[in-house]
């Protein structure tokens, strides 16, 4: 992609810009960033995705049995008619696994990595409705979709940052307010990890909420060190051969340190290993159960494509691939595949292609390897067959 265009998205900044001024660093509003944008998501709509069992939802009613009272879904159907006419807010997480237009919007983000992105959440707030005063450890781009949304920001916070009382939501106490835009349609607001901000509907008003994830250094840590453990025989072990006498015995001496950090530092160092797991890390599906695979065999496979079967991401799939000194590594939903280096294109392909099909796939239909990989990746759900 071109990095040194101005982005309307952007509000004329090129990439580069706004990653250097911006990212993770300072709020951006952008009025227009998507001109004349119309919700591909109706408010019905999104009410219709809370009912569903596989589609994470909540409510959140400022003034309900309690103040700020979070209810989460599925709903039934009549939940909606029973709420007040303002103040409340329904959240729905991914809706661009359920909804391909709010998915085919993720592309205008593609100067950050797609493996960077969480999902897009997707509010519905009557008038006056919001989640409260709060901050969060992800970057996030508030796209308004339909009415208007006043947006207050305020200090950094961190986790010394006072919170009310609140069982299920993280509510700042104090909210020291900088600046307030009211957003229209179209317009945009990115927040950075940790910046107070505050959100009230004016009218019966949507958002769009395109989240980011990004480990913390606790999960790096914890996750990074038990993948590593399945590799470690129990046999190496803390060793100290070659030691001197000891003046006294009840002493931890520096050398034992040293002998640690060597330990620790010989398995941390392993950049296959690390590589290994952040790719499967970071392409874990929100959804497991969304992604089930379908029996198929390498003759049937290719009879079908060179029929005209058309192959899709499940759209509850995450891919992702790199580069090692042995060749290429396919990262897709949590699974990591070690492949030759002359697949490269083909797994450009298979990452970024909205559809797979004899045209596009070409020569790959020929190569023994991409045809298997294309084969496995359907077994395992990552790809599917289109429906007809
Ligand atoms: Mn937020």
């Not at 569903?52 to 959140?60: A, G, T």
């Not at 697949?343 to 045809?371: F, P, S, T, V, Y």
Request: charged share 25%.
């Amino acid at each position: 992609m071109t990095t040194d265009v101005p982005l309307q998205l952007l509000g004329g900044l090129t990439a580069r810009e706004f990653l250097r001024d911006y990212w993770q660093k300072k709020p951006l509003l952008i009025r227009q960033a998507i001109p004349d944008f119309e919700s591909p998501v109706s408010p019905d709509e999104l009410a219709g995705l809370a009912l569903e069992e596989e589609v994470e939802s909540r409510l959140v009613i400022e003034h309900g049995e309690r103040p700020w009272e979070l209810r989460r879904g599925p709903f039934a159907e009549d939940a909606f008619g029973q709420l007040p006419e303002h103040d409340w807010t329904l959240l729905v997480q991914a809706v661009d696994q359920f909804v391909p237009e709010v998915a085919e919007l993720l592309k205008q983000f593609n100067f950050l990595p797609s493996w960077r992105i969480d999902d897009v959440m997707v509010s519905f707030a009557a008038p006056g409705g919001g989640v409260g005063p709060h901050y969060d450890n992800y970057d996030v781009f508030l796209l308004q979709a339909h009415g208007q949304r006043r947006w207050r920001i305020g200090q950094m916070c961190d986790a010394d940052s006072a919170l009310l009382e609140h069982s299920d939501l993280r509510i700042l106490a104090d909210f020291a307010q900088t600046d307030e835009w009211v957003l229209e349609p179209g317009d945009m607001l990115y927040l950075p990890p940790r910046l107070a901000h505050f959100g009230t509907a004016e009218d019966d008003c949507m958002t769009y909420s395109v989240g980011f994830r990004a480990p913390s250094a606790a999960e790096v840590l914890t996750h990074f060190t038990d993948f590593l453990a399945q590799f470690l025989p129990d046999e190496e072990r803390y060793s100290d051969a070659g030691t001197t006498p000891t003046a006294d015995p009840h002493q931890i001496q520096r050398d034992a340190l040293d002998r640690l950090k060597a330990l620790l530092a010989e398995h941390m160092g392993d950049e296959r290993l690390l590589l290994t797991w952040f790719g499967q890390f970071m392409t874990e599906p929100r959804y497991p159960e969304l992604i089930a695979g379908t029996e198929v065999d390498d003759d049937e496979f290719l009879a079908a494509i060179e029929q005209g079967a058309v192959l899709v991401r499940n759209p509850s799939a995450r891919m992702a691939w790199s580069e090692v000194d042995v060749g290429l590594v396919l990262f897709a939903s949590g699974q990591s595949r070690l492949l030759p280096a002359n697949l490269k294109d083909l797994l450009r392909l298979i990452c970024a292609a909205d559809a797979l099909h004899a045209d596009n796939l070409g020569q790959w239909l020929a190569d023994e390897e991409g045809r298997k990989l294309l084969c496995e990746l359907v077994k395992q759900g990552s790809l599917e067959f289109a429906d007809e």
